[in-house]
């Protein structure tokens, strides 16, 4: 897919991050960039900052993301490209020791159910939305009407201790990457998934320096944490080569998580 001002994007979790790292380099390819996020104060920042549009939107809203749509494409057009970067994770074990209550107590249920509603039904929601209205335009010369990225983790993989719902949520990212892809084959519409690893992302940043440390050694090469840079530039490859489909491509500097 050729990337310039005749095309429009939506990036969702598009005020920090990963998100925003995307944004930044579609932008700088010229292509028009709308951002879903929740924060309306980074949200608008960060727009004005692009040059894109800012659309609060909450993903585990159907509401919210028509609506959202709605002013993105008044404003840029109907979107030909959609990066997912929107989500969230809870830490529970599966049962845990409470020493409050002085017995084993199981994973809240009500938050591993909030997990999966926005990692899960939340991207998927976004997904068919924007693939509706991608199929409603002409196709390129390969014959494509739009290109998808969604973002899972190595966690889909190698889940560690605590993570099983924020597992859970991106393994079934991972699982319906191609069932996905196939589904929307004879729409002329990709759909990739990536796979971060520990990425200096704010919440990450925020963890203390020797922590960081600790976990930038592990990585086997290079040691250090993932730029959202790196990410971006991946998923712009996805997005622009036309025979990039239905794939879970990993981007993590060859780490494979322990246990805890």
């Known amino acids: 897919m050729k990337l310039d001002s005749s095309v429009s994007a939506v990036v969702t979790g598009g005020a920090s991050g990963l ?3 995307t944004a930044r380099a579609l932008r700088d390819l010229g292509v028009k960039v709308a951002l879903f996020d929740m924060n309306p104060e980074t949200g608008e920042k960060k727009a004005q900052e692009l040059g894109a549009v800012f659309c609060e939107v909450d993903i585990s809203s159907d509401e919210q993301v028509v609506a959202g749509f709605a002013k993105a494409r008044a404003a840029n057009g109907q979107e030909r490209i959609l990066i997912n970067c929107a989500g969230a994770g809870r830490g529970f074990k599966t049962i845990f020791w409470d020493k409050a209550a002085g017995k084993h107590q199981r994973h809240p249920i009500d938050a591993f159910e909030k997990v999966i509603q926005i990692n899960v039904v939340g ?8 693939a ?3 199929a409603s335009l002409e196709p390129n010369e390969d014959g494509e009407r739009g290109a998808i990225v969604n973002t899972g983790s190595v966690a889909a993989e190698e889940g560690q201790i605590g993570q099983v719902a924020y597992s859970a949520s991106k393994a079934a990212i991972k699982g319906m990457t191609l069932t996905i892809a196939r589904d929307l084959s004879s729409e002329g519409i990709r759909i990739n998934t990536i796979l971060p690893g520990i990425m200096a992302t704010p919440p990450m940043m925020g963890v ?3 922590m960081l440390e600790a976990l930038a050694a592990s990585v086997p090469f290079p040691k250090r944490l993932g730029k959202p840079e790196e990410f971006a530039d991946l998923a712009v490859t996805t997005v622009r080569n036309s025979y990039f489909n239905g794939e879970t491509i990993r981007l993590d500097g060859a780490i494979r998580m322990p246990p805890k």
């Open 19 to 21: 998100g925003a790292a």
């Open 123 to 130: 991207t998927f929601r976004v997904i068919s939305l924007s």
């Open 132 to 134: 509706l209205g991608m």
């Open 208 to 210: 203390p320096a020797p």
